[in-house]
Nanobody
Framework: VQLQASGGGLQQAGGSLRLSCAVSGGTFGSYVMGWFRQAPGKEREFVATISWSGGSTGYADSVKGRATISRDNAKNTAYLQMNSLKPEDTAVYYC?????????????????WGQGTLVTVSS
């Protein structure tokens, strides 16, 4: 199973971006998908998660109200829409897939990881 994250770049505070995560191999429609991020000098942290059907989502408090996770099972792709970006959103963003069947914010419940895409938000 391979995950390819894309869509990062340099954004101004208050702006928006959409990250994509294309998944190849395996059975995308059965995976719980998650987004995590890692800022310089910090541990990787949970951002958002979505159930295999897309019917249930969860968010970290730091992005709640500003982020929307979604998925298109026909395209084997998950997305993270981020609005009202803040400088503290600057990080490498990783997508991940879990075979647990249960939506989870726990990093070690995810089996497959993408390579990450860098998001930099300037003030």
């Amino acid at each position: 199973v391979q995950l390819q994250a894309s869509g990062g770049g340099l954004q101004q505070a208050g702006g928006s971006l959409r990250l994509s995560c294309a998944v190849s191999g395996g059975t995308f429609g059965s995976y719980v998908m998650g987004w995590f991020r890692q800022a310089p000098g910090k541990e990787r942290e949970f951002v958002a998660t979505i159930s295999w059907s897309g019917g249930s989502t969860g968010y970290a408090d730091s992005v709640k109200g500003r982020a929307t996770i979604s998925r298109d099972n026909a395209k084997n792709t998950a997305y993270l829409q981020m609005n009202s970006l803040k400088p503290e959103d600057t990080a490498v963003y990783y997508c991940a897939a879990s075979t647990s069947g249960v939506r989870t914010p726990t990093l070690d419940q995810y089996d497959y990881w993408g390579q990450g895409t860098l998001v930099t938000v300037s003030s």
